[in-house]
Nanobody, 124 residues
Framework: QVQLVESGGGLVQAGGSLRLSCAASGRTFSSYDMGWFRQAPGKERDIVAAINWSGSSTYYADSVKGRFTISRDNAKNTVFLQMNSLKPEDTAVYAC?????????????????WGQGTQVTVSS
């Protein structure tokens, strides 16, 4: 069982930055692939970025490439999402998710554990 708790969301102006953190419980964090997803009102929950268990492989949605960076610290059981050059269309609830590492996946139904999410609001 893995419990995930996100933090770092908030209100920021367009062009600003935020750093999201996702703290995981358990001693096997380093064996899990991690993903960040977001859901805007009235829309589907979509993948933003993902990172494999070792940090050697990452994925980014086209909409965030060059602006967002996913990273992890296995010693601290934490995964991060650095978000730069934020746009109003980035406004959403951001949630992290965990899946025991096999092959890095971007499909939300493949992830087994989810955090509650943190709100990110970007004003124009």
């Amino acid at each position: 069982q893995v419990q995930l708790v996100e933090s770092g969301g908030g209100l920021v102006q367009a062009g600003g930055s935020l750093r999201l953190s996702c703290a995981a419980s358990g001693r096997t964090f380093s064996s899990y692939d991690m993903g960040w997803f977001r859901q805007a009102p009235g829309k589907e929950r979509d993948i933003v970025a993902a990172i494999n268990w070792s940090g050697s492989s990452t994925y980014y949605a086209d909409s965030v490439k060059g602006r967002f960076t996913i990273s992890r610290d296995n010693a601290k059981n934490t995964v991060f999402l650095q978000m730069n050059s934020l746009k109003p269309e980035d406004t959403a609830v951001y949630a992290c998710a965990a899946r025991r590492g096999v092959v890095l996946t971007t499909t939300r139904n493949d992830y087994d554990y989810w955090g509650q999410g943190t709100q990110v609001t970007v004003s124009s």
